[in-house]
């Protein structure tokens, strides 16, 4: 199963955009790159999924580099409520989600 | 909607014991799965049914056991308990493999 990479931690402001990158260079064709959040003792929550084009929603965007090795996920305007543990996952077409470490963003107001 | 529910939210077995966590979703969601997390780690996929009657083993399958034989529900059941199934099981169904997947609120589980 391919795998990611992301930072462990990053810092962001409330109010401004957030940035959150995540690499996947051994990415296969049919691969999707998923998004998902979470909160303390909570169980982790969509954000976005995408499979070639950029992708947006109501929480977030999406931006995925040409050759697909690295992606990320675009806060446009931070709260204190998205502190949370941000997983960037690669999902095959059957559904199988391989967690990683995830990135702990936190949100100074 | 309740979306993806779990029962129970916190147990304490002994070592050897048996017992069953349920997962029920009311979405007609065909794919269904469960994760552990251990403290401080992402989660690990444990089993996973892509519809009634079909399951199939994800990363850590020893120790547990599946079914799936409605749509609405999909067990998960812990043959017998170990201390390093001590984590918290999280639940999740999607109505595609591949789309938006809606996790239950876990079940925090204790083996001693």
């Known amino acids: 199963d391919a795998k990611t990479t992301q930072p462990n931690s990053m810092e962001s402001n409330e109010e401004e955009p957030v940035h959150l990158p995540c690499n996947h260079s051994?990415?296969?064709?049919?691969?999707?790159i998923h998004w998902y959040r979470q909160l303390p003792s909570q169980g982790p929550e969509y954000v976005i999924h995408?499979?070639?084009s950029n992708v947006n929603n109501r929480m977030a965007s999406l931006a995925i580099a040409e050759d697909r090795k690295s992606s990320t996920l675009i806060l446009h305007r931070a709260t204190l409520r998205d502190a949370a543990v941000y997983y960037c996952?690669?999902?095959?077409?059957?559904?199988?989600?391989?967690f990683g470490q995830g990135t702990e963003l936190s949100v100074k107001p | 909607n309740a979306g993806v529910t779990q029962t129970p939210k916190f147990q304490v077995l002994k070592t050897g014991q048996s017992m069953t966590l349920q997962c029920a979703q009311d979405?007609?969601?065909?794919?269904m799965s469960w994760y552990r997390q251990d403290p401080g780690m992402g989660l690990r996929l444990i089993h996973y049914?892509?519809?009634?009657?079909?399951?199939d083993q994800g990363e850590v399958p020893n120790g547990y056991n599946v079914s799936r034989s409605t749509t609405e529900d999909f067990p998960l059941r812990l043959l017998s308990a170990a201390p390093s199934q001590t984590s918290v099981y999280f639940c999740?169904?999607?109505?595609?493999?591949?789309?938006?997947?809606?996790f239950g609120p876990g079940t925090r589980l204790t083996v001693t």
């Open positions: 999740a169904s999607s109505y595609r493999t591949y789309g938006e997947q809606y």
């Open positions: 051994t990415i296969s064709g049919t691969d999707y």
């Open positions: 995408g499979l070639t």
């Open positions: 996952i690669l999902g095959d077409q059957g559904g199988k989600l391989i």
């Open positions: 979405m007609n969601h065909e794919y």
């Open positions: 049914s892509v519809g009634a009657g079909i399951t």
